[in-house]
C-alpha cells in the first residue's frame, strides 16, 4: 500500500470545498410591524424575524437546537426580548427547520447572526437576515 502526502494547501482548499456543498441551506427574512394607525400606515414597534432552514440530517436533534438558538438570542439582554407574538423554532418536516420570532426594534440582524453563529457554526447553512 502507497501513502500519499497532500501539500497543506491543497488539505485547505480540500476542507474549504467541503464546507461549501453543505446540503443544509438557511434563509432569513425579517420586516417591522407595529400598531396600525390608519389604512397603509403602522407606527413601526417591533421587528419581525423568520429562519428557514432546508436539507438538515434526518435526525438532528431540533429541540436542542431549539434551545440554544434561544440561548444564544438572550445573550443580548434588552435589544433582543422575545416577544409573546407567537415565537416558535420547530422541526417543518424530517429535513427542515423554522424559526420565527418578534424582538425590539434594538435587536439589530448582527445580534441575530451572531446567535445563528453562536449556536450552528454555520453548519445549518450561512444566514442574512433580508428585509421584506
Not at 429562519?51 to 440561548?71: A, Q, R, Y
Request: charged fraction near 20%; glycine fraction near 8%.
Amino acid at each position: 500500500m502507497r501513502l500519499v502526502l497532500l501539500h497543506p494547501a491543497i488539505l485547505l482548499v480540500l476542507g474549504a470545498l467541503a464546507t461549501l456543498t453543505s446540503a443544509s441551506s438557511a434563509k432569513c427574512s425579517r420586516w417591522k410591524d407595529g400598531i396600525p394607525i390608519i389604512k397603509n400606515f403602522v407606527i413601526p414597534m417591533y421587528r419581525r424575524y423568520s429562519i428557514e432552514v432546508s436539507g438538515m440530517e434526518e435526525g438532528e436533534d431540533v429541540p436542542e437546537l431549539c434551545g440554544t438558538l434561544w440561548k444564544e438570542l438572550k445573550q443580548f439582554k434588552g435589544s433582543c426580548v422575545v416577544s409573546v407574538d407567537n415565537p416558535k423554532c420547530e422541526a417543518n418536516g424530517p429535513t427542515a427547520l423554522q424559526w420565527s420570532f418578534s424582538v425590539g426594534l434594538g435587536c439589530n440582524k448582527g445580534m441575530v447572526h451572531a446567535a445563528w453563529w453562536d449556536s450552528t457554526k454555520n453548519r445549518l447553512g450561512k444566514i442574512k437576515c433580508e428585509n421584506v
